[in-house]
């Protein structure tokens, strides 16, 4: 089939005819089909945009755009006069709204088919063509605020801001022209090679990228502060809205980490640094930690200006943040996926990667314990619910690519990467990291093509590997028997597949003697033969297994007992997550679970695994009430104010702050914020705290609200803490009315803070009342996936539904699976995932 697929109209095309045969078969869907992708990826190359955007001060009117796409076109006309292969642009801006298009210098009658623009094929030829289109530019990715804006294009969006050829493998060069207010600042992928200011407007003009695909093309205009450093020859630049003394400090640390990680990556990869510059852009409610934009990369400001006293977690959080967009430079931007199917392998590298560069950076951390905290814990957070996926999933359309972001490519990707590595040695895979991307650069690759790379350098059998780790959902469920001096371990498939994941960790067998051995996996059964009588198996003791790992009633009363006097500081991690996942599968009570780690919380000398032991406490408590609630959290209270770590105390608070339902506790909290004196607690700490106090005192509501709002400086805080506040009114009229406006999409485009909003109004002191609001909420996903960025569909099912646990709210979600049995998949999982918690309080 040639390019855009062929079909017969009925009447004679533009300038004589009134009308066409409208196309069917997937090439002509909305969005982007991998059909579609594979056609023009064989017919389509030299892609070059011409991009201009003129852009006014006020958000309200509209920024008009002209592109010029320049591309090769390798094939021959149709040579029947009965049919059309014509050019499709991706387009998913209002029709009215594209004005005009040219192709090679001759206007064409708009034609626009499920958001795409049709170019005939009477104005196209074979070899050079341009196609010219003058346009109005969506907002929705233009992220619009009073006094800057941003791009974010991943992973489809670019549509939404231009015509062009919107997928992963035609990558192009950018030439951009911007026409911005004179008082603005902007930054774009690439310098800028020519400024003229004339009155009250500015124009810019960048220089042309290398390589690109459409979803790391980016650019920002604002009122932005600008610091730069230089190091090594190279200078970096960040761009930022920052008026907080004490975290401008900070820019110090981040400049360091940005240098530390781009030298890091050169001298592991031979490779140096890719792009033109690295400049970095963070903005207030950015909806992601970060975003790889080359020359151009995006970071949340929280996630970078940390606060005055920030937590070990928070600290190494912001170097991996740094580390992983740094990275990305090589494995996904250097070297793409092919197709978004294939995200996850510039995830798994970003990851990977990202903690070993932070390994030199901070030296006396316990890094294979930050593993286990930051991969193994979050992966089995999604891992173990109805809605998990494997890390590789088929994709059929690019508009559902963002549902396949998730836990599972970010956190279970590294862990598999980990084993990888493990199964070849490091020789072999940093040769064939170099070989990959030396082949592939500012090109395309496919998992397959990394695999076959590899597969040269060793003798082990990966593709084996690949298919269960990468290709299969789940994880094993491994049983570990003891009969008399024989050792059996097996692993079972919980989707009863017949498959077995191949992995080695090393098991503590406990009675007279007691000694630890290797187990390596490679059968869904094994047996060992042992030279004692062991009286229990203590599994997975060095956290390298990855798994539910049952445990015996010996094994459990064992942990429950000693946990805490165990040095070994990974073994003591990993007894507490193999405990907490028996929890999970309900083998074990959440007041056993919270018991024991009250006994070990107020000794726990390490902060990773005191961060742990809190959210882990957080959770078990979630799942009580009366009494034993109530004791567990005077106890978190009394452990706040004296436990030897600052970083656990304000943990702890933070903790109560979410789920606490004592009075006492509640009048003890209200203490602190109206002092508001803690050295532990920063401007976002009262603010989180006033939201709190507020739902929980609504006679006080009005003061607390007022008060806080006082209290704040920074503009940008004080216009997200007024859109949170409206959610902590206590009038249901216009709570519902709130609600309602969240289900129109120019009311959510602060994704981050629309989820705060969304998880107030389904605040766990309102769920009699709220749970109202769960149908008409997944009732609007759809819409939220197709006008959100790619996180949003996962945070909106979160604050949605994470905090109930009623039956009425079961039965809620229950009847909206049951009435949409035809619901698209990866749409589900997302529900499934954040609905785990409520599952699993009312099902068997």
């Given amino acids: 089939m040639s390019l855009w697929i062929s079909f017969t109209f009925t009447m004679l095309l533009f300038g004589s005819c009134s009308g066409y045969k409208m196309m069917n078969g997937p090439v002509f869907n909305p969005g982007v089909s991998l059909e579609l992708a594979e056609l023009r990826k064989q017919e389509v190359s030299g892609l070059k945009y011409k991009l201009y955007f003129k852009i006014p001060e006020d958000k309200n009117e509209e920024v008009s755009g002209k592109v010029a796409v320049d591309f090769m076109l390798n094939r021959t006309n149709a040579d029947k006069t009965n049919e059309f292969a014509g050019v499709l642009l991706d387009c998913r801006i209002n029709k009215d709204k594209i004005y005009k298009v040219w192709a090679n210098g001759r206007q064409v009658k708009k034609w626009i088919v499920n958001e795409h623009i049709v170019i005939p094929e009477s104005v196209v030829k074979k070899g050079a063509n341009q196609i010219t289109v003058q346009f109005v530019a969506e907002d929705q990715s233009l992220n619009r605020n009073a006094e800057y804006l941003y791009t974010l294009l991943v992973p489809d969006r670019a549509r939404t801001l231009f015509p062009c050829f919107d997928q992963p493998n035609l990558k192009a060069e950018f030439s951009l022209q911007l026409d911005i207010p004179a008082r603005w600042t902007a930054v774009s992928n690439t310098a800028i090679i020519n400024e003229k200011t004339t009155n009250d407007r500015k124009e810019i003009r960048f220089a042309p990228t290398e390589p690109l695909s459409t979803y790391l093309f980016s650019f920002v205009a604002g009122l932005l502060n600008r610091t730069e450093q230089f190091q090594n020859g190279q200078k970096i630049a960040v761009y930022h809205r920052e008026t907080d003394p004490q975290k401008l400090i900070q820019l110090d640390t981040i400049f360091h980490q940005v240098f530390a990680s781009i030298k890091w990556m050169e001298e592991y990869t031979g490779v140096p640094y890719p792009f033109a510059k690295y400049d970095l852009i963070i903005l207030p409610g950015f909806q992601y930690g970060g975003m790889e934009h080359t020359g151009a990369t995006l970071y949340n400001d929280r996630r970078m200006f940390l606060d005055e006293h920030p937590t070990p977690d928070e600290e190494l959080g912001r170097t991996l943040l740094i580390a992983h967009e740094t990275a990305h430079m090589w494995f996904g931007d250097l070297v793409t996926m092919n197709w978004f199917n294939d995200v996850w392998t510039k995830e798994v590298f970003a990851n990977y990667f990202a903690a070993r560069i932070t390994e030199p950076l901070f030296p006396d951390v316990n890094h294979r314990l930050s593993n286990l905290r930051t991969f193994y814990i979050s992966s089995l957070g999604e891992d173990r619910t109805p809605g998990t996926t494997s890390i590789r999933q088929p994709l059929d359309n690019l508009r559902n690519s963002g549902l396949i972001y998730g836990q599972i490519i970010y956190n279970k990707a590294p862990i598999v990467m980990e084993k990888l590595v493990e199964l070849i040695g490091q020789e072999a895979f940093q040769s064939g990291i170099r070989e990959y991307l030396r082949t592939y650069a500012y090109g395309n690759a496919t998992w397959d093509d990394l695999v076959s790379i590899l597969d040269s350098k060793t003798d082990a059998d990966l593709k084996q590997f690949s298919d269960v780790w990468v290709n299969q959902k789940g994880m094993p469920e491994i049983d570990m028997e003891l009969k008399g001096n024989r050792l059996i371990v097996r692993q079972r498939d919980l989707f009863n597949r017949g498959i077995f994941w191949p992995q080695r960790f090393n098991v503590t067998l406990c009675g007279k003697k007691t000694i630890s051995r290797e187990i390596n996996l490679t059968d869904s059964i094994l047996e060992l033969p042992l030279d004692f009588y062991p009286d229990y198996v203590l599994p997975n003791t060095d956290g390298r297994g990855y798994g539910r790992f049952l445990l015996s009633s010996e094994a459990v009363q064992y942990i429950v007992d000693n946990w805490f006097s165990e040095k070994d500081e990974v073994c003591r991690l990993s007894l507490l997550m193999t405990l907490y996942e028996n929890y999970q599968s309900k083998r074990l009570s959440p007041s056993l679970i919270a018991n024991t780690l009250l006994k070990g919380l107020p000794i726990e000398s390490n902060p990773i695994i005191a961060s742990a032991l809190v959210g882990y406490l957080n959770s078990c408590v979630n799942d009580l009430n009366g009494e034993?609630?109530?004791?567990?959290?005077?106890?978190?209270?009394?452990?706040?104010?004296?436990?030897?770590?600052?970083?656990?105390?304000?943990?702890?608070?933070?903790?109560?702050?979410?789920?606490?339902?004592?009075?006492?506790?509640i009048e003890a909290l209200y203490g602190i914020w109206s002092d508001g004196k803690s050295e532990l607690l920063s401007e976002r700490d009262y603010m989180t705290l006033s939201y709190e106090l507020a739902i929980r005192m609504p006679e006080r509501s009005a003061a607390i609200l007022a008060k806080q709002r006082e209290r704040i400086t920074n503009p940008d805080r004080i216009r997200e803490y007024d859109y949170v506040a409206r959610a902590l009114n206590h009038d249901t009229t216009r709570l519902d009315n709130l609600f309602e406006s969240l289900?129109?999409?120019?009311?959510?485009?602060?994704?981050?803070?629309?989820?705060?909003?969304?998880?107030?109004?389904?605040?766990?002191?309102?769920?009699?009342?709220?749970?109202k609001y769960i149908r008409p909420a997944l009732d609007a996903l759809r819409d939220v996936q197709r006008t959100g960025d790619i996180f949003f569909p996962r945070g909106w099912v979160g604050a949605l539904l994470g905090g109930y646990r009623s039956l009425d709210a079961y039965k809620e979600v229950q009847d909206f699976l049951k009435d949409n049995p035809q619901y698209p998949p990866l749409l589900k999982n997302k529900i499934l995932q954040a609905a785990y918690p409520l599952f699993r309080c009312n099902e068997d």
């Avoid at 129109?744 to 605040?763: A, C, G």
């Fill in 743 to 771: 289900l129109i999409p120019s009311n959510r485009r602060i994704e981050p803070w629309t989820q705060t909003v969304l998880y107030y109004l389904n605040h766990p002191t309102r769920q009699d009342y709220s749970v």
């Fill in 628 to 665: 034993p609630r109530l004791f567990i959290e005077q106890r978190m209270y009394e452990l706040y104010q004296t436990h030897k770590l600052p970083s656990v105390r304000l943990q702890l608070l933070r903790a109560l702050m979410s789920m606490v339902v004592s009075p006492d506790v």
